[in-house]
């Protein structure tokens, strides 16, 4: 399957210098999907040679033409959508249907980058002085290591390229080793479209070792990174050794929270939506549910009841709702924080064990808990799963100490039928991010990240762009 990839290095598809590969995983039969290159250090310094090479092109090229060839991306991207899709079932074990919406999101992300292409503003400050102007305007920060994870390969693979591409920026991506084809597709529909040779490039292989020696080269000049709070903590010492600019996008434990007036019905729904998106493999699944207590039974077994129809199986079947975590070390995790979270107390209302029927593949059952106390692991830890905590709440002074009681910060969830409480709750929570009766957070036009140890800058919406751009002042006398 990977064959026709390789490493993309000034333009170009090639194997690594020593022809090395590894091997990627199918989570739904556990079979091997092929064999993907693996960089070396070479490889890598071509790259960064390649990038510095293409940002001295892609710098000087107008707005306009950069934006031209952004939105011919989005447009490719939706004409390619089945094969997109497809990559990202195979390798990540998404359903169909989302590995379409996904393709249907990350187009979005190109074509908002195209336009903003054009609205890089700059401004005319007025001079204190008769015989100056005082002009401040943008620049492209310069090449830009793009480190994505995977678990939304398009989508976070888009923000970063497509944010560079429209700030003038070149970019060195850098996928994760279990879904390097989808992103290998993306890099290859940017070179259909025009993107100049050395504008994009993508390093295939062992993610460590390339983000440190990336990070590590005087060419870098800014970090887009989106995955553990572990990681990101690592990578931000070493940035700071280079003083390079840093976009960080790390974990979530988001709360949900549903007061008595909400109705319980929608709130299901919208709790079924966002919890069991990709099963559970989101920086922005609700982890914490708070339900006020006089409505907790009838909101919990709703759930139970629609948690219990949706249809595991193989992301390539059209009726699968569910698929399998994406690997066995995620699924190992998962199996262990459900023995913790049993040890410490809590009672399982539904799942908490491997799907009967399945011989392959990294299935894991949705799973309810009840009895569930604010210090439990699972509390504290982000599952990353199929796994929903049930708490109940009696006050909203209660509620909203309870859910800001976390060091993680990127989304919470709000259910309620009053707007006293939906604007007071929103302004309150210690979140990057606010869904109040709707599971939908991340759009291409609205700023997306978080606080606390959750990291900080914003990708999407029109904020996302000054994170790639160079502000520079100048102060001009009008007479020689």
């Not at 983000?211 to 060419?219: H, N, P, T, W, Y």
């Not at 493999?281 to 009838?298: A, L, M």
Request: hydrophobic share 35%; proline share 5%; aromatic share 8%.
């Amino acid at each position: 399957m990977y064959e026709k990839f390789g490493q993309f290095i000034n333009g170009k598809w090639g194997p690594s210098s020593d022809k090395g590969t590894y091997e990627v995983i199918n989570p739904a039969t556990e079979e091997v999907l092929g064999q993907a290159s693996k960089a070396t250090p070479q490889d890598v310094n071509e790259a960064l040679n390649a990038a510095k090479n293409g940002l001295e092109v892609w710098k000087k090229t107008p707005p306009w033409q950069r934006s031209y060839i952004i939105r011919k991306i989005a447009d490719k991207m939706r004409e390619k959508q089945d094969v997109l899709a497809k990559w990202m079932t195979l390798e990540v074990g998404k359903p169909l249907a989302e590995g379409k919406g996904e393709v249907g999101a990350a187009a979005d992300i190109f074509e908002w980058n195209a336009e903003e292409t054009k609205r890089i503003y700059g401004q005319t400050v007025e001079s204190r002085f008769e015989d100056t102007r005082v002009h401040v305007y943008y620049q492209p920060v310069g090449v830009v290591a793009a480190l994505t994870p995977w678990n939304f390969p398009l989508t976070l693979s888009a923000r970063k390229i497509s944010t560079s591409l429209a700030a003038g920026c070149s970019v060195i991506i850098k996928p994760d080793t279990i879904t390097p084809g989808t992103v290998m597709e993306l890099v290859d529909i940017c070179r259909e479209c025009g993107v100049p040779a050395g504008v994009v490039n993508l390093l295939s292989g062992d993610p460590p070792s390339i983000a440190e020696q990336l990070i590590s080269s005087d060419i870098i000049k800014k970090i887009s990174i989106t995955g553990s709070t572990r990681v990101g903590k690592l990578i931000l010492k070493q940035a700071a050794e280079k003083v390079q600019r840093v976009t960080m996008e790390l974990s979530g434990h988001s709360p949900f929270i549903v007061f008595d007036d909400a109705d319980m019905n929608k709130a299901t729904d919208m709790a079924i939506s966002a919890k069991f998106r990709n099963n559970g493999q989101v920086c922005i699944s609700p982890n914490r549910f708070y339900i006020q207590e006089n409505k907790k039974n009838e909101f919990v077994n709703l759930f139970i009841d629609k948690a219990k129809k949706l249809k595991i199986g193989n992301g390539m079947d059209p009726d699968t709702q569910l698929g399998p975590l994406t690997t066995q070390k995620r699924l190992n995790e998962v199996e262990a924080l459900v023995e913790k979270t049993k040890q410490e107390g809590a009672k399982v209302l539904m799942g908490g064990k491997r799907p009967a029927g399945f011989n392959k593949g990294f299935f894991y059952e949705p799973t309810v808990f009840d009895d569930v106390k604010d210090d439990f692991t699972i509390m504290k830890e982000e599952p990353f799963g199929p796994l929903v905590p049930m708490l109940s709440f009696k006050s909203f002074d209660e509620v909203i100490e309870r859910a800001n009681n976390n060091d993680l910060g990127l989304c919470s969830y709000i259910c309620t039928n009053s707007m006293e409480k939906a604007h007071r709750t929103s302004e309150l929570m210690e979140t990057g991010t606010v869904a109040v009766n709707t599971p939908m957070v991340a759009i291409a036009e609205a700023p997306f990240g978080g606080i606390k140890q959750t990291g900080y800058g914003r990708e999407g919406g029109s904020m996302a762009i000054k994170d790639y751009l160079n502000v520079k002042y100048t102060h001009l006398g009008i007479k020689g």
